[in-house]
């Protein structure tokens, strides 16, 4: 990959930089570097320095890259017009040889929308680029070329006054975060910013108060979007440090607490549980945002809003979604996930969700992403083979549950959860009830799933309900001959069995999105029944074998 110095110099025809030399403005610049500690996954910084930008399947070949057709709205485009990559990139080189090629990409975005208000100025990603920029300024600032560097400066301090006249327009939730993110950066940052900090500031606050639980859970209840919030934070934090300012005490509480919520939903292999449309992620990408965060948390066990309860005892891990699903105007990728479980021993997961592909739905057979998102893709009860919550044929979440009742003890012998969802109380007049207990030796789960009687709804015949564990891949499951159990085998862990009453147990073929977002093949226990207008409940265990 070649500097591209070409581009650079065509830098100084831009018709933004010559009017920001023509108004004889004092030349910018930043008053310091934002530290980025998270480090980058360096064989993706490798493959950039080899002109390749690999993400979800799709490979762009960098020195073709056309910036102006680039969608900015796409999975790919939205990656690559973040400049997040910056990260990856520097975890493979030095800033020697990585900043021909982060000035080349940025001088060539530039050319493409540094003079124009167009769809890559869209605040979300205004803020995260801003974030990356400051973070990495000495791979974008190494050359002595003054008009590349003139441009890049003065559309940066367009893009705050952009974003202070914007923020608030994008979408609520991370998306405004980021958006207001950025620009407390560049206010801290940049020479002309300081005074739109307080203004910043504010925007920032409120934000975080409109998308973050009091718990520190977003209310998309995405751990995917959850990681990215705690790494926005991280890289505000660095730039307040950068500039030699106190980190205001609201957001240095609001990333611990996010962070808190963030071990809430990671499992003993450390990486995350799935759910909302996101997959299990990367260990590694997840222990570095961690550790290099700057924040310090222990994991949420017991959320309000947050929604996903955690037991855990030496070394066994449950986690289960006892809440709502997400707002609709806060669920990009919203699932039907209500009273489902993620289990883990030690560094083996044993059942799982079925995950989901992320941004990429295009990396997985067509028709499948939406399949994903179902109950049945979920480590729960299915009534009829129907959605506790509606996914509509927009792929928005419709009617369902509204509710979740929760009652949590601890005890000498066990940790309990007690926890009832109304999704099937508008279609069958039965609530759905969960009961679980972990005891304190980790070597047993207990759970007793209920269908109740409510509401005036009465149905006339028996409907089939089925109630699945999705095992990890590479879990293997036999069955016992009476046709109520199973063992279970992994290459993690020792062997655990499984037993049941109540329900026949049949073994199904299963799948499961890893964390690359490629689809894997695996096995899940089905439990099948029918239950009358009467209700009905059904006891399962799993227990460890040594």
């Known amino acids: 990959m070649t500097s591209g110095g070409g581009g650079l110099s065509k830098l100084a025809t831009l018709p933004l930089l010559q009017r920001l030399k023509a108004r004889g403005k004092p030349p910018l610049r930043l008053v310091g570097v934002a530290r980025d500690h998270v480090i980058g996954t360096k064989a993706r910084g490798e493959q950039l320095l080899a002109g390749r930008f690999l993400s979800g399947g799709e490979a762009v ?7 102006a057709s680039l969608d900015p709205a796409t999975p790919l485009g939205s990656e ?34 540094g003079a124009k208000v167009d769809a890559a100025w869209a605040p979300a990603l205004w803020g995260e680029r801003l974030l990356f920029w400051l973070a990495y300024a000495p791979y974008l600032l190494s050359r002595r070329d003054a008009d590349y560097r003139s441009a890049l400066l003065n559309t940066m301090a367009r893009a705050a006054r952009h974003l202070a006249a914007t923020g608030d327009e994008a979408a609520p939730g991370l998306p405004r975060i980021t958006a207001w993110a950025g620009l407390t950066a560049t206010c801290l940052l940049l020479s002309s910013g300081s005074a739109k900090l307080a203004r910043a500031e504010s925007g920032l606050s409120r934000a975080l108060a409109s998308a973050q639980y009091d718990d520190g859970g977003l209310m998309s209840r995405s751990p995917a979007e959850q990681a990215a919030l705690v790494d926005r934070l991280g890289l505000l934090r660095a730039a307040y440090a950068a500039a ?32 909302q449309g996101g997959n299990e992620g990367s260990r590694a990408a997840l222990a570095a945002l961690i550790e290099g965060c700057g924040f310090r948390a222990r994991p949420l066990r017991t959320p309000r809003g947050w929604g996903y309860h955690r037991l855990s005892a030496l070394g066994t891990i449950l986690v289960i979604d006892a809440a709502p699903p997400p707002a609709r105007k806060l669920a990009r990728i919203g699932s039907a996930s209500t009273l489902a479980i993620e289990l883990s021993d030690g560094q083996q997961k044993l059942v799982v969700n079925c995950g989901g592909p992320g941004p990429h739905v295009g990396s997985l057979p067509e028709g499948l992403a939406p399949a994903l998102r179902t109950t049945a893709a979920h480590s729960t009860l299915t009534l009829a083979d129907t959605n506790s919550t509606a996914i509509q044929p927009d792929g928005s979440l419709g009617k369902g549950v509204e509710e979740v009742t929760i009652s949590r003890s601890e005890d000498n012998d066990a940790s ?21 207990s972990l005891g304190n030796d980790g070597k047993e789960i207990r759970g007793l799933d209920r269908l109740a009687p409510k509401g005036r709804k009465k149905i006339r015949e028996d409907v089939p309900f089925a109630i699945r564990f999705h095992l990890a891949p590479g879990v293997e499951a036999v069955p016992t001959a009476d046709g109520l159990g199973a063992l279970i085998r992994s290459p993690g862990a020792p062997p655990w069995s499984f037993r049941c009453r109540g329900a ?8 499961m999105v890893d964390g690359s977002g490629t689809l894997r093949s695996t096995l899940q226990l089905v439990l099948v029944g029918e239950v009358s207008h009467l209700g009905g409940e059904v006891g399962w265990q799993f227990r460890r074998s040594s």
């Open 61 to 67: 070949e960098l020195a073709a890259l056309d910036w």
């Open 416 to 436: 309990r959860i007690d926890c009832a969802h109304d999704g099937y109380v508008r279609g069958f007049g039965m609530l759905h009830g969960r009961a679980l």
């Open 504 to 511: 026949q147990l049949e073994l199904e073929e299963s799948v």
């Open 80 to 113: 690559l017009h973040g400049f997040g990559w910056l990260r990856d990139l520097a975890a493979a080189a030095t800033r020697e040889r990585g900043a021909p090629l982060a000035e080349d990409m940025t001088g060539r975005w530039l050319l493409a929308h």
């Open 244 to 275: 030699r300012h106190d980190f205001p005490q609201g957001l240095e509480d609001a990333g611990a607490a996010a962070l808190a919520a963030l071990h809430g939903v990671t499992m003993g292999d450390n990486t995350l549980s799935a759910w």
